[in-house]
Structure formats: C-alpha cells, structure tokens
C-alpha cells in the first residue's frame, strides 16, 4: 500500500522561505510530484522528481531523498499569491496508473 | 488551446440518484483519470481509461464505473448515491497512459449529494 504524510498547515511570512515536508512509504516508488491547489482550483504541477537530489524552477526548488521517502517542496521569496494547498503525489512503477496524493499542506501567507 | 475541461461544475443530486459527469482531456491527450476530492483532503484515484479500457481502479465500489470515447472524451458514472459520494470529482489528462509525466487536471466537478 501507499502512506504519504504532509503537515496539515503552515503558515509564513510574505519574502519568507518556507520548506514543505512529505514523507511516504510505498510498495513501489517511481517518482513524485508536487501540485499547487488553489482553493477551489484544480491543481497545477509544480514538478516531478526521479532522482534523488535537488531541482530547482524559479522561487520553488523540490528535493526527493529516494533512500529516506522524503520529499521536500521549497517556496523562496513568499508571496501572498502563494496561499494555497500544496500536494505531494507518488506514482508507481511503470506500468502501473494509480497516482497516491498526500491530503496537502495548507500554507498561508501573511503580510 | 483547450485545456482539460468538465462538466458540469456543480451539480445537486439526492441520495440514490445516478449522476454522469463528463471530461474532454487536453488536446493531444489520449488519457483520462479520475479523481475525488473530498474538503481538506487530497484527490483520491477512482481509475483511470486508456484506449478506452479502464486500466487500473483504485478503491472504489462498483457503483463507479466510466467510460471512454473514441475521441478520447471521458464519463464518470455513479450509481445510487450516497450521502458520502459528495465532493469535487477530478479528471485529469496525459499521454498514453503514463503515469509519470505531468497531469493537467480540469477544474472539477463538485458534487453534493442531498
């Protein structure tokens, strides 16, 4: 089966940087993605790594420890635009469909 | 160019009704998945239809049950509603069926089941 974990909320300040943790344990692994949840929105991609490391896009960098299931999404530079629900997802092994999404991570951006 | 569309957005059923909702993936897209998303949690996989056959089922009854077009369109059917079954339904669309590439997601139906 698959268990993913997130914080249910957090909350920081605008210019801040904020680090969003997941952490998972499944019966195969490929990759994982980080989605952004408007409320009331559908969700948008943020990215999707395989390898262990780093990537970084822009004021959001995602780092994935394949050894440790974990995951973190890094948000620089906060904005107030960057409230929203952030979802980490774990996708099978090839061949397989079923995407898991952790519950998400609330953030709030406060002046 | 259209992105993932569905309909309708909202819709207000009574308990053991039947409801249909309808997708159109993103153009170049030739698969569907499904999604539900109950408040505060995460979507949820219901299953997801490739060359118009349903390749994987998460867990979910049979009361569920889809189905795909020729074009590549998607229906999520529900049958006899329960009080539970409310919530926004997600279709998302990617290519040939992979799951590891990026998902575009539609905005979703919500569901209220009264």
């Known amino acids: 089966g698959q268990n993913i974990d997130q914080p249910t909320e957090m909350t920081a300040t605008e210019g801040a940087i904020v680090q969003i943790n997941c952490t998972y344990q499944?019966?195969?692994?490929?990759?994982l993605f980080w989605y952004q949840q408007h409320a009331g929105e559908a969700p948008t991609f943020l990215s999707y790594?395989?390898?262990?490391g780093l990537e970084e896009k822009g004021r959001f960098s995602s780092f994935l420890s394949r050894s440790k299931g974990y995951s973190y999404l890094l948000l620089k530079e906060l904005q107030m635009k960057d409230s929203a629900s952030y979802l980490c997802a774990v996708t099978p092994p090839r061949g397989y469909q079923k995407v898991t999404f952790g519950t998400g991570t609330k953030l709030q951006v406060i002046p | 160019d259209a992105g993932v569309t569905q309909s309708p957005t909202h819709l207000i059923k009574t308990r053991g009704q039947q409801v249909t909702l309808r997708c159109s993936p993103k153009?170049?897209?030739?698969?569907v998945s499904w999604y539900q998303q109950a408040l505060g949690q995460g979507p949820q996989f219901i299953f997801q239809?490739?060359?118009?056959?349903?390749?994987q089922r998460g867990n979910f009854p049979d009361r569920f049950s889809g189905h795909q077009f020729p074009n590549y369109s998607s229906e999520l059917n529900v049958n006899a509603l329960l009080l539970g079954d409310s919530a926004l339904y997600l279709c998302a669309s990617s290519f040939q069926g992979a799951s590891d590439t990026e998902a575009f997601f539609g905005q979703g139906t919500r569901l209220t089941v009264v």
């Open positions: 499944t019966s195969g692994f490929n990759g």
């Open positions: 153009s170049g897209h030739d698969t």
């Open positions: 790594n395989v390898l262990d």
């Open positions: 239809y490739y060359e118009e056959e349903e390749r």
